[in-house]
């Protein structure tokens, strides 16, 4: 669900460093929000700190997210530790393959160029959706 994001409440946080944030802004200006963050029903912000200042960032009015039924400090704590803790970067080489993957797909060899051109072709031509 859409919130405003002047009532959301940000209180005290465990992440003081929020990073390169212009990045952030920037990737979710690109590809919209991918993950929204996480709230209880008082709007208190429980969990994406890092999303909330890239959009405030962007001048974005709302933002999605997930209402928590957190019910205490110490669970709302737990949940926000748990976020950041439990994610894994990519490791060098899996950066390196989606690097080489996504260079392919924005520059296709001749024979794929061809290949889609016939596709798209027959699709025109029997009125085939997607």
Request: net charge positive.
């Amino acid at each position: 669900m859409q919130v405003p994001i002047d009532d959301i409440i940000v209180r005290r946080r465990i992440r003081k460093d929020m990073g390169d944030i212009e990045a952030l802004a920037e990737s979710m200006k690109q590809f919209g929000q991918i993950s929204p963050i996480v709230i209880n029903r008082k709007n208190l912000l429980i969990a994406g700190g890092r999303r909330l200042e890239a959009a405030k960032h962007l001048g974005w009015r709302t933002i999605n997210a997930i209402i928590s039924e957190s019910t205490g400090e110490l669970e709302r704590l737990e949940m926000e530790v748990e976020e950041n803790v439990q994610r894994r970067d990519f490791s060098m080489e899996e950066v390196a393959e989606a690097t080489r993957k996504i260079y392919r797909l924005k520059n296709p060899g001749f024979f794929r160029r061809v290949w889609d051109t016939i596709v798209r072709f027959f699709k025109r031509l029997f009125r085939i959706e997607g």
